[in-house]
């Protein structure tokens, strides 16, 4: 540092003057530089898209030099070097124009510029990822072209269990110890349970297919066991309750008395009205009366109902009844029996 406490008037003019000198000579060789520098042209190559063009400029920076140029840089456009980047003289400036492409994915209509060769690069490119079930079309491999529509859709797979209803059967018997048409619950149903799996497709969230991949028992089903009445009926033709019976055939009926013409037997006689399983002979028309049959066909005992008699009881064989036929009896003298004339009729066999 300078002491000008030092110097004399005459000195301090000195001092000045040559310093100044210094000073003014140094601002002027940088301004010189400076006006050196920005004035120097550079000559530039740019090539747009294989497309070459030859450019002067004092431009210093890429981004700057194509705008001078008036060439644009557009959204996706690959240039290199970088618009950033320093001009130097003799560099070569190299553009790839981005094409817009339309995408469909996620439910998003998307449009990229891209300078990418392939679907699958540009993809990766913009974020774009994809799992080898997801179904790209066109393909990953395709090329990309200029203003081309590419859809994704997502495609995914679940296993859902879920439970099913094994429906109970109903099975069913006969029952001749109530009537026709009737049906009595045994034994109630129960439905049985099994765990079924399925493989699940889902595209873009929405199921498309399923496949059953399994099934497993949790719970057997319980048949329902019914009886269905087998008895048949009727209702006579006179009217009254209904009778139920087994079976129904048709037979030859006549008649028959305990007098003498009919049994060879008088009164006194030993065995006089008396049949074949020692029960008396009657005719009840309230109630049940005898009636003589084959026993191989109507077993002794069994108990019937007679259209135009009545109800009738098998006590009685006689030498003359043979196969499908009945002898009625009647009491002797009386108007039915003196009216009765033999005719084939429905015989019911009772329930009892």
Not at 88 to 100: C, L, W, Y
Not at 117 to 126: A, D, L, N, V
Not at 134 to 139: A, G, N, Q
Not at 297 to 315: C, D, N, R, S, V
């Amino acid at each position: 540092m300078v002491d000008l406490k030092n110097y004399n008037a005459r000195s301090l003019q000195k001092f000045f003057s040559n310093h100044l000198g210094i000073t003014i000579f140094t601002v002027v060789v940088a301004v010189l530089v400076s006006v050196f520098a920005f004035d120097m042209q550079k000559s530039v190559a740019i090539i747009v898209d294989g497309k070459p063009t030859k450019i002067s400029t004092y431009q210093t920076t890429v981004r700057r030099a194509l705008k001078t140029a008036g060439i644009g840089a557009y959204k996706g456009d690959e240039i290199i070097p970088s618009l950033d980047s320093k001009v130097t003289n003799g560099m070569t400036i190299r553009i790839k124009r981005a094409i817009p492409v339309n995408v469909l994915v996620d439910g998003k209509g998307l449009v990229i510029y891209t300078t990418d060769k392939t679907i699958g690069e540009m993809f990766k490119s913009h974020g774009i990822m994809v799992n080898e079930r997801d179904i790209v079309s066109p393909t990953i491999q395709s090329p990309v072209q200029k203003n081309m529509k590419i859809s994704v859709t997502r495609v995914a797979e679940n296993i859902v269990t879920t439970t099913k209803k094994i429906a109970y059967k109903v099975l069913s018997k006969t029952d001749a110890n109530f009537s026709k048409g009737k049906v009595k619950v045994l034994r109630p149903g129960v439905d049985g349970v099994k765990e079924v799996k399925y493989k699940v497709i889902y595209k873009d969230g929405k199921e498309t297919s399923r496949f059953l991949i399994g099934e497993a028992l949790k719970k057997a089903p319980i048949d329902k066991i019914v009886a269905v009445g087998s008895l048949a009926w009727f209702t006579p033709s006179k009217g009254g309750r209904k009778i139920f019976y087994t079976k129904q055939f048709r037979v030859k009926a006549t008649s028959y008395t305990a007098d003498y013409a009919c049994t060879g037997k008088r009164p006194g006689d030993r065995g006089f009205g008396k049949t074949a399983t020692g029960t008396k002979a009657k005719r009840d028309p309230n109630s049940y009366s005898t009636v003589a049959v084959d026993k191989r066909i109507i077993p002794l005992g069994t108990k019937l109902y007679i259209e135009g008699y009545g109800y009738a009881i098998a006590e009685d064989v006689g030498g003359g009844v043979r196969g499908r036929h009945v002898d009625l009896y009647f009491n002797p003298g009386s108007k039915e029996y003196h009216e009765w004339f033999t005719h084939t009729v429905n015989i019911y066999v009772l329930k009892t």
